[in-house]
């Protein structure tokens, strides 16, 4: 047998070789391929249910796009109702890419599309914000606010449209190096909650399912263009030298030379994770559930650190004029 010959239907074109399993597909093969895998992550795990109203946070960036193609399958089988949610933080010469691409691909999916924007909500963008870090002494970095904001916004939009389910995007290299990080900084804590769903500590969050966590990174950015879509390559100009990124180049040096890495990884985590949560759990009391007074969603505190942080910035901004 050749090197480009198809192990599925032997055709003479093959767009990968998957070292992990020794496979090597034509274009249709790989994308039936993962089609199937999703599938099947998603029936294993019993992420949705028949009648679930799913919202997917579609960025405009692969694995979002992805992701909304292959729960389209379910939507057009009458199985779940679909929904996208575009967050704009405002950040310019970055962000309208991604806005663009989700408007486009929502349009041609026929997938209802809601497009909230920071500024709007908050009256700021990221932009305004990272204007005022710029001058303090230890500047916070940028992911901090939107990682706040973003969450919040999604479970509000859930919210609004009466999603059962948010879906999101992380692939299998997410995943391994969410469970590599957290274990190396002993944050057992972030550990446990590491899963194909969030199982909430409050039921009134709308549960969270990730139906690509088997998928590697590489492999989804080949669906999306060997689907005929568009892709937005650019990273975020705050993207900054994170751990997580020296953890992902480990990851993905070592499996150069040990292909099936990131899938043990993953699978091994899934084994102990039961145990980690029995005796971990049992010596973490959880914090009472209260409600934000300002915009209701669950919190810890009084107010949430979204909308504490919303305060924060309308009384810096306030103070600028
Ligand atoms: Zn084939
Ligand atoms: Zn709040």
Wanted: aromatic fraction near 6%; proline fraction near 3%; charged fraction near 30%.
């Amino acid at each position: 047998m050749t090197d480009n010959v198809c192990t599925q239907c032997g055709y003479e074109h093959t767009v990968i070789h998957r070292k992990y399993n020794g496979q090597r597909l034509c274009s249709s093969c790989f994308k039936k391929s993962i089609e199937a895998k999703v599938l099947k992550t998603i029936k294993k795990q019993k992420l949705v249910t028949k009648g679930d109203k799913v919202l997917v946070g579609l960025s405009g960036g692969k694995d979002s796009v992805a992701l909304l193609k292959i729960l389209n399958i379910l939507k057009e089988k009458r199985i779940i109702e679909l929904e996208a949610v575009t967050i704009d933080e405002g950040i310019a010469g970055y962000r309208e890419e991604g806005v663009r691409i989700a408007v486009d691909v929502a349009n041609e999916l026929n997938v209802k599309h809601h497009i909230v924007s920071l500024n709007d909500r908050y009256n700021f963008t990221i932009d305004k914000i990272m204007k005022l870090e710029e001058k303090e002494e230890h500047p916070q970095n940028a992911c901090t606010y939107c990682g706040v904001f973003r969450r919040q916004i999604f479970n509000q939009t859930a919210r609004e449209v009466g999603a059962t389910k948010l879906a999101t995007g992380h692939n299998l290299d997410d995943e391994t190096q969410s469970i590599l990080m957290n274990y190396l900084e002993g944050n057992v804590n972030n550990m446990v909650r590491i899963g194909y769903k969030t199982e909430a500590r409050d039921k009134r969050f709308t549960p969270k399912i990730k139906p690509l966590r088997e998928i590697p990174e590489k492999e989804i950015g080949l669906y999306v263009l060997e689907s005929g879509f568009e892709v937005h390559f650019d990273g975020c100009p705050y993207a900054h030298e994170s751990f997580r990124m020296e953890i992902g180049d480990f990851l993905r040096k070592t499996t150069l030379q040990h292909p099936t890495i990131m899938y043990s990884t993953l699978n091994g985590f899934e084994k102990i994770k039961p145990s980690i949560k029995r005796d971990y759990m049992k010596n973490n009391t959880e914090k009472p559930n209260k409600t934000c007074i300002k915009c209701g969603e669950p919190s810890s505190q009084d107010i949430c650190k979204s909308c504490s942080f919303i305060e924060k910035i309308h009384e810096r901004l306030d103070m600028e004029e």
